[in-house]
């Protein structure tokens, strides 16, 4: 049977009228599987693309909607939106529990080939959160004759620091998995030991493009602190780092998740050129 998904036409509020907002869920091929998948195109076109990257445990849609919020309001303005399930993830194969900080690296370098060699936009930013800003970080300094910027969103720039608070867990897990530090997730030793060696600050002398940080100085999963070095050691000379007083790792107030929209959405005009 040959399934047809029928993009969702969506309105927001623009200027004095509306602008028409196509959704269509769809998938796109890495390392062998399909990954699920989620596109906005405004009706205008596609000639500039945000690609999101979500955090570990998350998916495409991320605490409190965030990632659909920040999609619409950015298609709202003109600008496509495409947002993903790494494996392991969300409605992307494999079980949680087999994941490694490399599938989402690989899955990640896929997407942002799709959707240059699928869509062929003018521009793309990508946009990460926490696990999703150093994987970010990590496509800016490899790719950055591809992007026109990038936003890393309370991101997890060392893991090896962060690590160290995982330490006693990887020490009690025994020889397989390990469990009750992830909610209702378990995964494999090797897979959380998988992020130790990765650290962003390496990469700071190869981003040279646009990029924007906003962190919760109140973040108690990934130290703002992290961003601030990040920030005054990066190489690019068009760089902003907003520091917000409240709303935790994944902003989950009202005020909070209404700044950065605001934040974002401003920005990406910016480098677009979008009047």
């Keep these: 049977m040959i399934k047809i998904f029928i993009p969702l036409l969506v309105y ?3 200027g004095e009228g509306y602008m028409a907002c196509f959704e269509k869920p769809l998938t796109f091929p890495s390392a062998g599987y399909e990954l699920s998948a989620f596109v906005h195109i405004p009706s205008i076109g596609s000639r500039f693309f945000v690609l999101m990257l979500h955090g570990f445990t998350g998916n495409k849609v991320e605490a409190n909607r965030l990632f659909v919020d920040v999609a619409r309001a950015l298609c709202k303005v003109g600008v496509s939106v495409f ?14 529990e087999e994941f490694r900080f490399e599938y989402a690296l690989e899955d990640a370098e ?19 959160l926490s696990m999703g800003g150093h994987i970010a970080a990590r496509l ?4 950055g004759d591809r992007l026109a910027g990038a936003i890393l969103l309370s991101p997890a720039i060392n893991f090896a620091e962060i690590g160290k608070a995982m330490e006693r867990f990887v020490a009690e897990a025994g020889d397989y998995y390990i469990l ?11 897979g959380l030991l998988s992020f130790s ?7 700071v002398d190869k981003i040279t493009i646009p990029v924007l940080i906003i962190h919760a100085k109140n973040d108690e999963v990934v130290p703002y602190i992290q ?4 920030y005054e050691k990066l190489a690019s000379k068009d760089k902003k780092l907003v520091l917000l007083d409240e709303g935790g790792h994944v902003f989950s ?8 929209i605001s934040e974002i959405v401003t920005w990406v005009k910016e480098k677009m050129g979008i009047a």
């Excluded at 009750?180 to 090797?190: M, N, Q, S």
């Excluded at 961003?227 to 990040?230: A, H, N, R, Y």
């Design 227 to 230: 961003s601030q070095q990040f």
């Design 140 to 143: 800016a300094a490899a790719h």
């Design 83 to 96: 947002r993903f399930d790494y494996r392991c993830h969300g409605d992307s194969p494999l079980d949680f």
């Design 197 to 203: 060696k990765y650290n962003a600050l390496e990469l």
């Design 12 to 14: 927001t509020l623009f």
């Design 110 to 128: 896929n997407a942002l080939a799709y959707v240059a060699n699928g869509y062929r936009p003018e521009r793309i930013i990508v946009l990460g």
């Design 180 to 190: 009750g530090v992830f909610g209702p997730y378990r995964i494999r030793k090797e």
């Design 253 to 260: 107030t009202y005020k909070s998740k209404t700044v950065v």
